[in-house]
């Protein structure tokens, strides 16, 4: 019987579709148990569905190429559905008129203490140049990161991977801190969140609510902007030996 099982689990394992339906339930089961913790921070879906996948390409031996074989439809859709998040932005219109000199100030602020902290941790814990320069964009949403990364010398899968941790992160601690902060503000937390966490982050203000999502989604694609614009800048102007 054994062999019969490892025989269909090989056929079905070379067909992308199987990674496709294993995230989607992954994610899917790990949203429930969100749901039913009161979307406690802690219990944070995404890591919950990477962490279960892990362990299911560890124990079956399965290379990440394979998985992101079938994967990689949901990867695509990342794109639209990030354009997608105009949709709130749009409806905020008026109120960003209002806000536009408070949200540059943060943004840049917030864009320059998030690549100043990465790289400067890394360099003052003996970290070589290049795993500091792969820090820098760790704020950003994954595809700018990346890129960014590549350009000034960073090493793209490391960033790739503390832009998750990062993300995680700041999505399982931004509503405790705002709230320790007595932040109130749906603007304000969502910018925040959106800043420090992108995709992620803005992801878990769209729980809080629409307003919150909309200006989580405005501060993630600035900050992927001036993080693009400030990381060279800041390397040329104190270069790492």
Request: proline letters at 6%; aromatic letters at 8%; a positive charge.
């Given at each position: 019987?054994?062999p019969?099982?490892?025989e269909?689990?090989v056929?079905l394992?070379?067909s992308?579709l199987?990674?496709?339906t294993?995230t989607m339930?992954?994610y899917?089961?790990?949203?429930?148990?969100?749901?039913?913790?009161n979307?406690?921070?802690f219990?944070n879906p995404v890591?919950?569905?990477v962490a279960?996948i892990a362990m299911?390409l560890?124990?079956t031996k399965?290379?990440?190429p394979?998985y992101f074989?079938g994967a990689k439809?949901i990867?695509f859709?990342?794109?639209?559905?990030?354009?997608?998040?105009?949709?709130?932005?749009h409806?905020?219109?008026?109120?960003l008129?209002?806000?536009?000199l408070?949200?540059t100030?943060?943004?840049?602020v917030?864009?320059l203490v998030a690549?100043?902290?990465?790289?400067g941790?890394a360099?003052?814990?003996g970290a070589s140049?290049?795993?500091a320069?792969s820090?820098?964009?760790k704020s950003?949403?994954?595809p700018?990161a990346m890129?960014?990364?590549?350009?000034?010398?960073?090493v793209p899968a490391?960033?790739?991977?503390a832009?998750?941790?990062?993300g995680?992160?700041g999505a399982?601690?931004?509503r405790?801190?705002?709230?320790?902060?007595?932040?109130?503000?749906?603007?304000?937390?969502g910018?925040?969140t959106?800043?420090?966490?992108?995709a992620i982050?803005?992801?878990?203000?769209?729980?809080?609510?629409?307003t919150?999502g909309?200006?989580?989604?405005l501060?993630m694609?600035?900050?992927?902007?001036a993080?693009?614009?400030l990381?060279?800048?800041l390397?040329?102007?104190?270069?790492?030996g």
């Amino acid at each position: 019987m054994r062999p019969l099982l490892t025989e269909i689990w090989v056929y079905l394992a070379a067909s992308p579709l199987l990674w496709l339906t294993v995230t989607m339930l992954a994610y899917l089961a790990a949203y429930w148990l969100y749901r039913r913790s009161n979307f406690n921070p802690f219990v944070n879906p995404v890591l919950i569905a990477v962490a279960f996948i892990a362990m299911l390409l560890l124990a079956t031996k399965t290379p990440y190429p394979r998985y992101f074989e079938g994967a990689k439809f949901i990867h695509f859709l990342i794109g639209p559905a990030t354009v997608a998040l105009a949709i709130p932005l749009h409806a905020q219109m008026q109120r960003l008129k209002t806000m536009w000199l408070p949200l540059t100030v943060a943004l840049v602020v917030g864009s320059l203490v998030a690549i100043i902290s990465g790289v400067g941790i890394a360099w003052a814990m003996g970290a070589s140049r290049e795993i500091a320069l792969s820090l820098a964009p760790k704020s950003v949403t994954m595809p700018i990161a990346m890129g960014v990364a590549d350009k000034i010398g960073g090493v793209p899968a490391l960033t790739a991977v503390a832009v998750a941790i990062t993300g995680i992160s700041g999505a399982i601690m931004a509503r405790s801190l705002l709230n320790a902060l007595r932040i109130d503000d749906d603007a304000t937390r969502g910018f925040a969140t959106g800043l420090v966490a992108h995709a992620i982050g803005t992801a878990r203000a769209l729980t809080r609510s629409e307003t919150t999502g909309a200006f989580a989604a405005l501060a993630m694609a600035l900050n992927g902007v001036a993080t693009a614009l400030l990381a060279p800048l800041l390397l040329k102007l104190v270069p790492l030996g």
